[in-house]
């Protein structure tokens, strides 16, 4: 069994956006980050977006606004940065208060802006198999573990087990696409799935984001299959000082014995996520500048 370091995958991704950014002369790409109240994995994960943009040399901008604030209001917000000439990405954090419509304000987003890969246009380019769109992070960070793991997806069968717009829609879309990573046979599952498990256990590649804790078992998985857990989940745990600790969905001390490869949780994943947003900023910076 051999474990797909996420951490080291995303560290050479990022080396490797640092080193292009180091190159621009005149303004660096920018990205903008809009979180909606105080949810604690939110500001979390803003911090670390953040972070990231320093780490690789990009500019970032924090807007953050009261759980209490109009959708109106917030779409008035978005139309001022898509129109800011010094933004090239815009990142509204999610999930967003319930009075909200989530769909309509990634809408609002500009397409060549849109770095989070929600926006209609960019998810028909991806139907279409437009590489000039963006592709949500999450998503794009699977592939580009599997291409740089050296995971065989050509004629093979993937297993998906979700149907998110944020993760299983468009990975799936992305393994069915003509060329490498891709050409692979794709089903995907989900909780009314009938006999989940046998379908599961068919799988060359299988990719667990339900968003349930421990949801995949040894006996959903095929011996010498790849196994990529998206999940992330907070279990109850009294020895940690947070209460708490994060699992995947699937069962790793189960599972990972009968898999040539696994990714952990966390460090598999999640950091991919983040490249890929990097990438997506580099990208969107060059469709402005030519």
């Not at 490797?16 to 005149?26: F, M, N, P, R």
Request: some cysteine; glycine content about 8%; proline content about 6%.
């Amino acid at each position: 069994m051999e474990l797909i370091d996420g951490n080291a995958i995303a560290e050479s991704v990022l080396t490797q956006i640092a080193a292009e950014v180091a190159k621009i002369s005149g303004r660096r790409p920018a990205v903008a980050f809009v979180r909606v109240g105080e949810d604690p994995a939110s500001v979390s994960y803003v911090a670390k977006k953040q972070k990231t943009a320093a780490q690789v040399g990009m500019t970032s901008r924090l807007e953050i606004f009261p759980e209490s604030m109009t959708q109106a209001d917030l779409l008035a917000k978005i139309d001022s940065l898509n129109r800011d000439p010094q933004v090239d990405g815009i990142l509204v954090q999610s999930p967003l208060p319930k009075h909200m419509d989530e769909t309509a304000v990634f809408n609002h987003v500009h397409a060549d802006k849109d770095v989070d890969g929600f926006n209609t246009l960019n998810i028909g380019k991806l139907v279409q198999e437009d590489p000039s769109g963006f592709v949500a992070c999450t998503p794009a960070g699977i592939v580009e573990l599997i291409r740089r793991s050296k995971v065989e997806t050509d004629g093979r069968h993937v297993v998906v087990v979700g149907r998110s717009l944020i993760v299983g829609k468009p990975v799936g879309l992305l393994l069915l696409q003509k060329g490498l990573p891709g050409n692979a046979t794709v089903t995907f599952c989900h909780s009314r799935t009938r006999d989940l498990p046998a379908i599961a256990r068919t799988a060359d590649i299988l990719i667990a984001a339900i968003g349930r804790p421990r949801f995949i078992t040894a006996d959903m998985v095929k011996e010498g299959s790849t196994v990529i857990d998206v999940g992330i989940n907070r279990v109850p745990d009294g020895s940690k000082k947070s209460g708490y600790r994060i699992v995947g969905d699937v069962d790793f001390d189960a599972v990972a014995p009968r898999t040539a490869r696994i990714t952990p949780v966390p460090g598999g994943v999640g950091p991919m996520t983040v490249a890929m947003l990097m990438s997506n900023t580099l990208k969107a910076w060059k469709k402005r500048h030519g």
